[in-house]
């Protein structure tokens, strides 16, 4: 990959982590899976120095990825470029929400996939699949979330193929987990990872995604 290895990682709060929006190097990753991503890497392989950047927005739909992708992605031109989106787009049609009107999930992340092979052809691409467990409101309408979220897995999978990118399974990874300990241990509203969620999504990414 060369000594100057960027990798950028998108999505919404659950890769925001609470990061930082200016150049303090305390708090620009955010308390997420890609400060432990970067972290680790970061000091296995110090004398290659790789560069982390966090762009992941709280609230975020792959919709919203598409509309600020030239200045958060394409103009960063990332050597590699995770993401981790869903979350967000199954909520508002969950919940009867306007926003929610028409499902723009798969739609609107082939044109961001789209653009971003003509654009970056170079880049290597990583697709997260989004999860969610048993907890907290979710509980109250399951069924619902479950049906929806396990749609937007079944897409994720098929475009990582189509667009020949590195998949990142995460449900069963979560699923497993929460056999160990109850859900809220691992995801504490059922969506927002705790230190321990994100330790697991860290780990299944590097599990995945090979860069040295």
């Known amino acids: 990959m060369g000594e100057s290895l960027t990798v950028l990682f998108q999505g919404d709060s659950i890769t925001d982590g609470g990061r930082g929006r200016n150049e303090d190097l305390n708090h620009i990753m955010g308390h ?42 394409i103009s960063l031109k990332p050597d590699v470029l995770s993401i981790l989106i869903g979350v967000n787009d199954a909520s508002r049609i969950v919940n009867g929400l306007p926003s929610g009107v028409t499902d723009r999930f798969e739609r609107a992340y082939r044109h961001l996939l789209e653009e971003t092979r003509e654009v970056l052809p170079d880049t290597k691409l990583v697709l997260c ?14 069924g619902s979330w479950s049906r929806k979220l396990s749609e937007y897995r079944e897409v994720v999978r098929q475009l990582s193929g189509e667009f020949g990118t590195v998949h ?45």
């Open 129 to 142: 699949e989004p999860f969610i467990l048993e907890a907290g409101t979710l509980a109250d309408n399951w």
């Open 168 to 212: 990142v399974p995460l449900q069963d990874a979560f699923d497993q987990a929460a056999s160990r300990t109850d859900a809220a241990y691992w995801l504490w509203d059922g969506v927002h990872p705790t230190a321990a969620g994100h330790a697991l999504i860290a780990g299944e990414w590097l599990a995945a995604v090979k860069l040295f």
């Open 32 to 73: 997420s899976y890609p400060y432990l991503i970067a972290s680790k890497l970061g000091h296995q392989h110090a004398e290659a120095r790789p560069r982390f950047i966090n762009r992941g927005v709280s609230g975020n739909r792959v919709s919203d990825l598409y509309a600020r992708w030239n200045e958060d992605a």
